[in-house]
């Protein structure tokens, strides 16, 4: 089940992606990965801590890698939500790397699912997002995500502090365009 | 403890009469079962043909040839001509009744009677409760495995009544309001036109890589696989069943039982058995995987893939 | 539509608001609920007791004690469902969950087995019964032997009924009636389906579980069809572009010798959507409208549950009900009437 792809092309979510996602991804472009893996590692220690019912919740998928991987961005993030040693890391498209499950799709529509706002049934119902491995530990993961009160991405915001706080603008320009999803 | 028991549960698809009669007449004069169910369990729009007609000259014959006639109740009970057939078939005191649902419940609670197949008895409470409301004899759903048989066979001696499991023929799977046969013709159940005549074994379900999956049968869904557990009635014979049923199709009924009534007296073998099934026509492969808490469409122990 | 004996034009004078019973798969969607105007949620905890033991989702009896508090403080009830099959020899774990349910003091226990039924009745007999849509009551009979027997104070209806039917077994049953009003539309009748159990070996009446996503597998072909399937067998597959669905049994594609083309052999994806029958329930005997969806996301509860609420204040006050935001969250965008409306559905 490892290293199963999943792409689509031309689905019908690809146009409903604004302008910024695309320009961070165009601006994280240049970026080496080694200047992003640090800051990944701590965001998903304190997440981890502050959040451990998220990890409660996930069972046996504990121990199932996750790739996430969002189309405008150029490089794909795999998660292991293991309470003793979560990772979260950045991968490039090219490197083949193996995962339990896989989700992916336009940043919108998993920025919104993130954030708590949006139903990902109905995402994927209409192919909006996609899941490849396991099933259920994606299915898993996205039950156990909305039972988080409030939004984690709050948290990153508040983790990152003072260096994220133009982060923090972005962050509500984008929700202002999520009603439009 | 009595002789284990061979029986012939309802008959769920919808012949013609004449065929269903001649059926039955045959079971009655040639098969060595030792009870027969009647009564038509799964639509009501069928029993003017047979049961209003027919069901009493039948079990006649049957009570002649010294079998026990029990009448089946309908599974699925949601319009008033359903209420008042299983009201009827409830309240005549010739046969004794098995109950398919709540509502015969509410009929033969406090009067002897069975439960059926399509009423779910999953633990000793359960079967506690209704022995102490007068079931006598419960034929267990298809899909419970091995393990919770033992237990409800442990409790049923205690409680004195009979436990019996399919072992013979497509299972039900599911019920609904909705009659299939009459969606797949483009129909509604009310101008089915007695569609499902044409089927006398249930109508294919393919998926669409063409895999044989499901079988419809009216408002019922059955197995694709027939259930054969020729290999499990020694170890069902130990926890204490005290009858196996043989759910009817369209092949030859009475060399089936008599297969089976053989390997329960031990006069063959259960790769005689599997072996008789095949050379009758039975849709291979067949499928146990109920009792071994596997996917019901499997067969355990005798190695294949679909 | 009145069948009702002295059916009254004005129905907010002669009938009580109907109580809005709304899932909660977490305690983050029970506080959305409850948010939302629930006037009850629904819950099971997390094991097989209960029919959507999915993974990720519902209570530990901690989670669920320290739930209901925020239920009760904003007046909204609490039930639990205890409405999978007790099954031997492990029918203990069954008894437990009664058990949990009364020393939290739930409103109601929802149950669907005569075993599970019987155990509540007689250890905790001041503990209020709801009898399971899985206890598959669709006639006066049989809710009448549930009454009678273990003192069921609700039915939940199967989605199988007209309301015309409806209406005449509420003239016949000595309870209260739920109906279903919105959400995923169940083809086959509740507490008797062993589809799952034949794909996969685990069981919807056993286990809670309803084609599980541990045995799902998406794969894709070099056209871009999309092939769903559910432990060996293929459910259905969808052409590039087509919007795809969860693999579900009953509400897969399949072919047969009757048709040329692989079709919907049970029900097309769709959900049940009641919001312009509402009155007609009512006025049925109807008195909680129940909304499907356990599995379902906090915000999908949120804007459900807040449509539903203002569609039945509006009614109570005699308003049109206006539910069209509703059509997205619906299954595949499309939604029905099931069998409510007409018996042709049948």
Same mark, same amino acid.
């Given at each position: 089940?490892?290293?199963?792809?999943?792409?689509?092309?031309?689905?019908?979510?690809?146009?409903?992606?604004?302008?910024?996602?695309?320009?961070?991804?165009?601006?994280?472009?240049?970026?080496?990965?080694?200047?992003?893996?640090?800051?990944?590692?701590?965001?998903?220690?304190?997440?981890?801590?502050?959040?451990?019912?998220?990890?409660?919740?996930?069972?046996?998928?504990?121990?199932?890698?996750? +790739?996430?991987?969002?189309?405008?961005?150029?490089?794909?993030?795999?998660?292991?939500?293991?309470?003793?040693?979560?990772?979260?890391?950045?991968?490039?498209?090219?490197?083949?790397?193996?995962?339990?499950?896989?989700?992916?799709?336009?940043? +919108?529509?998993?920025?919104?699912?993130?954030?708590?706002?949006?139903?990902?049934?109905? +995402?994927?119902?209409?192919?909006?997002?996609?899941?490849?491995?396991?099933?259920?530990?994606?299915?898993?993961?996205?039950?156990?995500?909305?039972?988080?009160?409030?939004?984690?991405?709050?948290?990153?915001?508040?983790?990152?502090?003072?260096?994220?706080?133009?982060?923090?603008?972005?962050?509500?320009?984008?929700?202002?365009?999520?009603?439009?999803? | 403890m009595a002789a284990t028991q061979l029986t012939m549960g309802p008959l769920i698809f919808h012949w013609p009469a004449e065929k269903k009669?001649?059926?039955?007449?045959?079971?009655?004069?040639?098969?060595?079962?030792?009870?027969?169910?009647?009564?038509?369990?799964?639509? @009501?729009? #069928?029993?003017?043909?047979?049961?209003?007609?027919?069901?009493?000259?039948?079990?006649?014959?049957?009570?002649?040839?010294?079998?026990?006639?029990?009448?089946?109740?309908?599974?699925?009970?949601?319009?008033?001509?359903?209420?008042?057939?299983?009201?009827?078939?409830?309240?005549?005191?010739?046969?004794?009744?098995?109950?398919?649902?709540?509502?015969? $419940?509410?009929?033969?609670?406090?009067?002897?009677?069975?439960?059926?197949?399509?009423?779910?008895?999953?633990?000793?409470?359960?079967?506690?409760?209704? /022995?102490?409301?007068?079931?006598?004899?419960?034929?267990?759903?298809?899909?419970?495995?091995?393990?919770?048989?033992?237990?409800?066979?442990?409790? /049923?001696?205690?409680?004195?009544?009979?436990?019996?499991?399919?072992?013979?023929? #497509?299972?039900?799977?599911?019920?609904?309001?909705?009659?299939?046969?009459?969606? /797949?013709?483009?129909?509604?159940?009310?101008?089915?036109?007695?569609?499902?005549?044409?089927?006398?074994?249930?109508?294919?379900?393919?998926?669409?890589?063409?895999?044989?999956?499901?079988?419809?049968?009216?408002?019922?869904?059955?197995?694709?696989?027939?259930?054969?557990?020729?290999?499990?009635?020694?170890?069902?014979?130990?926890?204490?069943?005290?009858?196996?049923?043989?759910?009817?199709?369209?092949?030859?009924?009475?060399?089936?039982?008599?297969?089976?009534? /053989? $390997?329960?007296?031990?006069?063959? @073998?259960?790769?005689?058995?599997?072996?008789?099934?095949?050379?009758?026509?039975?849709?291979?492969?067949?499928?146990?995987?109920?009792?071994?808490?596997?996917?019901?469409?499997?067969?355990?122990?005798?190695?294949?893939?679909? | 539509?009145?069948?009702?004996?002295?059916? =009254?034009?004005?129905?907010?004078?002669?009938?009580?608001?109907?109580?809005?019973?709304?899932?909660?798969?977490?305690?983050?969607?029970?506080?959305?609920?409850?948010?939302?105007?629930?006037?009850?949620?629904?819950?099971?905890?997390?094991?097989?007791?209960?029919?959507?033991?999915?993974?990720?989702?519902?209570?530990?009896?901690?989670?669920?004690?320290?739930?209901? =508090?925020?239920?009760?403080?904003?007046?909204?009830?609490?039930?639990?469902?205890?409405?999978s099959f007790a099954t031997a020899p492990g029918s203990a774990m069954w008894r437990e969950a009664v058990d949990i349910g009364a020393r939290?003091?739930?409103?109601?226990?929802?149950?669907?087995?005569?075993?599970?039924?019987?155990?509540?009745?007689?250890?905790?007999?001041?503990?209020?019964?709801?009898?399971?849509?899985?206890?598959?009551?669709?006639?006066?009979?049989?809710?009448?032997?549930?009454?009678?027997?273990?003192?069921?104070?609700?039915?939940?209806?199967?989605?199988?009924?007209?309301?015309?039917?409806?209406?005449?077994?509420?003239?016949?049953? =000595?309870?209260?009636?739920?109906?279903?009003?919105?959400?995923?539309?169940?083809?086959?009748?509740?507490?008797?389906?062993?589809?799952?159990? &034949?794909?996969?070996?685990?069981?919807?009446?056993?286990?809670?579980?309803?084609?599980?996503?541990?045995?799902?597998?998406?794969?894709?072909?070099?056209?871009?069809?999309?092939?769903?399937?559910?432990?060996?067998?293929?459910?259905?597959?969808?052409?590039?572009?087509?919007?795809?669905?969860? =693999?579900?049994?009953?509400?897969?594609?399949?072919?047969?010798?009757?048709?040329?083309?692989? &079709?919907?052999?049970?029900?097309?994806?769709?959900?049940?959507?009641?919001?312009?029958?509402?009155?007609?329930?009512?006025?049925?005997?109807?008195?909680?409208?129940?909304? %499907?969806?356990?599995?379902?996301?906090?915000? &999908?509860?949120?804007?459900?549950?807040?449509?539903?609420?203002?569609?039945?204040?509006?009614?109570?006050?005699?308003? %049109?009900?206006?539910?069209?935001?509703?059509?997205?969250?619906?299954?595949?965008?499309k939604q029905t009437q099931g069998a409510f409306k007409s018996k042709k559905w049948r």
């Amino acid at each position: 089940m490892l290293k199963q792809s999943n792409t689509y092309t031309n689905h019908p979510a690809a146009e409903k992606t604004t302008r910024v996602p695309k320009l961070i991804g165009i601006a994280l472009a240049p970026v080496p990965l080694v200047l992003i893996q640090p800051v990944l590692a701590r965001l998903v220690r304190d997440i981890a801590t502050r959040r451990s019912e998220l990890f409660e919740r996930l069972g046996p998928h504990t121990k199932t890698f996750f +790739m996430i991987d969002v189309d405008e961005l150029p490089f794909v993030l795999r998660l292991l939500p293991d309470p003793k040693g979560p990772k979260l890391t950045a991968h490039r498209r090219r490197e083949n790397i193996e995962f339990g499950a896989s989700i992916s799709g336009p940043f +919108m529509t998993l920025f919104t699912i993130i954030d708590g706002n949006s139903d990902s049934d109905a +995402m994927f119902f209409s192919r909006d997002i996609r899941i490849g491995g396991n099933t259920e530990a994606a299915v898993c993961l996205r039950n156990a995500m909305d039972d988080l009160e409030g939004s984690i991405i709050d948290d990153v915001l508040d983790i990152g502090g003072v260096a994220f706080a133009p982060l923090r603008l972005v962050m509500a320009h984008l929700r202002s365009k999520e009603n439009t999803i | 403890m009595a002789a284990t028991q061979l029986t012939m549960g309802p008959l769920i698809f919808h012949w013609p009469a004449e065929k269903k009669r001649d059926f039955w007449f045959r079971i009655a004069d040639e098969a060595p079962v030792d009870v027969a169910y009647l009564g038509e369990t799964i639509c @009501s729009k #069928r029993t003017p043909f047979f049961d209003d007609r027919h069901l009493h000259e039948v079990a006649q014959r049957l009570k002649r040839a010294g079998k026990k006639v029990v009448w089946s109740t309908l599974s699925q009970v949601t319009i008033k001509r359903d209420r008042k057939i299983v009201g009827d078939t409830c309240t005549q005191k010739e046969y004794e009744v098995e109950a398919n649902d709540a509502s015969a $419940l509410w009929h033969v609670s406090g009067t002897p009677h069975r439960i059926g197949q399509a009423l779910n008895v999953y633990n000793e409470q359960a079967m506690s409760f209704l /022995a102490a409301k007068g079931a006598t004899h419960f034929c267990l759903a298809a899909e419970l495995p091995a393990q919770s048989i033992e237990a409800l066979c442990i409790k /049923a001696n205690e409680l004195g009544v009979t436990i019996e499991v399919q072992v013979f023929g #497509r299972v039900s799977l599911a019920l609904s309001a909705r009659c299939y046969h009459a969606r /797949a013709h483009k129909r509604t159940k009310d101008s089915c036109l007695f569609v499902c005549e044409n089927d006398p074994d249930g109508m294919d379900l393919n998926t669409r890589s063409k895999i044989p999956f499901l079988s419809i049968n009216g408002i019922q869904t059955l197995s694709h696989r027939y259930i054969n557990l020729s290999a499990e009635m020694e170890a069902l014979k130990e926890m204490g069943v005290g009858a196996f049923r043989l759910s009817p199709h369209s092949s030859d009924m009475v060399a089936i039982a008599k297969i089976y009534r /053989a $390997l329960l007296d031990n006069k063959t @073998s259960c790769d005689e058995v599997d072996h008789s099934l095949e050379e009758l026509g039975i849709p291979q492969p067949m499928a146990n995987g109920f009792f071994h808490r596997q996917p019901g469409f499997e067969m355990v122990g005798k190695g294949e893939a679909i | 539509m009145s069948a009702q004996k002295s059916a =009254p034009h004005e129905l907010d004078k002669a009938f009580a608001a109907p109580e809005l019973v709304c899932p909660a798969g977490t305690p983050a969607a029970l506080r959305a609920a409850v948010d939302a105007g629930a006037d009850a949620v629904y819950c099971g905890l997390t094991n097989a007791t209960n029919a959507r033991n999915f993974p990720g989702l519902n209570f530990s009896v901690q989670a669920l004690e320290a739930s209901i =508090p925020y239920a009760r403080e904003r007046g909204t009830k609490v039930l639990l469902a205890v409405n999978s099959f007790a099954t031997a020899p492990g029918s203990a774990m069954w008894r437990e969950a009664v058990d949990i349910g009364a020393r939290l003091k739930v409103d109601a226990i929802i149950v669907a087995d005569i075993g599970v039924a019987q155990y509540a009745s007689e250890t905790h007999p001041d503990l209020r019964l709801h009898l399971s849509v899985q206890a598959g009551a669709s006639s006066p009979e049989a809710i009448r032997f549930y009454c009678q027997e273990f003192g069921v104070k609700r039915v939940v209806l199967p989605r199988i009924l007209t309301v015309p039917e409806i209406s005449a077994i509420h003239r016949e049953i =000595p309870c209260e009636i739920e109906a279903f009003v919105f959400g995923n539309i169940g083809m086959m009748s509740e507490g008797r389906c062993s589809l799952t159990n &034949y794909v996969t070996g685990l069981s919807t009446n056993m286990d809670g579980i309803c084609s599980p996503a541990s045995e799902v597998k998406y794969a894709e072909d070099e056209k871009g069809n999309l092939s769903a399937k559910l432990g060996n067998y293929e459910i259905d597959c969808f052409e590039k572009g087509e919007s795809a669905g969860y =693999p579900t049994i009953c509400k897969g594609r399949y072919l047969t010798p009757a048709r040329k083309e692989a &079709y919907y052999a049970f029900e097309e994806p769709i959900s049940l959507n009641l919001s312009s029958l509402l009155p007609e329930l009512i006025k049925a005997g109807v008195t909680a409208f129940k909304i %499907e969806g356990r599995q379902r996301s906090r915000s &999908y509860v949120k804007s459900v549950v807040s449509a539903y609420r203002a569609a039945v204040d509006n009614i109570m006050e005699g308003n %049109e009900p206006d539910l069209s935001t509703l059509i997205s969250l619906t299954e595949g965008g499309k939604q029905t009437q099931g069998a409510f409306k007409s018996k042709k559905w049948r």
